[in-house]
């Protein structure tokens, strides 16, 4: 009799739920980032909420989308969508700034309120974990592209389902995003 190699196995389901653990806690609600300020945000706060991710750079011919992205933010968060942030500088060096210099220059310039992060890699090995996941289909589920240029937009549903990708040219209040929220 094999009970050997199947009791572990038994203990384990038997135990897994005593520990409050659940499939999708490997998933998008798992992730945790330091904001922009360096305050460690846990991305389970969003359970239920949409959430479209921005790659951001300060110094982009598509820098002005702050102003949609902020103007998608108010007109939409009421409804339960959150805008993030995620400021680099992979594309051209457009990103140069400190965590400090980023977050007045969007404040002062585009008025944003809606959570930004700290600087980091948002592509190829060194890319931060939120990207990571966002751009591995073995953790996502279907997706593998990763940001083309600054201010690609990715948009997970309220279950935390990653839907859909927008690339930069595509402006954050035009009808191919606002029609998925």
Known sequence: MKTTTVFPALLLLAILPLTGLKAQDSGFYSLKMKNIKGEEVDFSQFRGKKVLLVNTASECGFTPQYEGLEELYKTYGKDGLVVLGFPANNFGGQEPGSNLEIASFCK????????????????????????????SKSANGWNEQEPTWNFCKYLVDEKGKLVAFFPSKVEPMSEEITSKL
Request: no cysteine; glycine share 10%.
């Open 108 to 135: 002062e310039n585009y008025g944003v309120t809606f959570p930004m992060f700290e600087k980091s890699s948002v592509k190829g090995g060194e890319k931060n974990e939120v990207f990571d996941w966002l751009t």
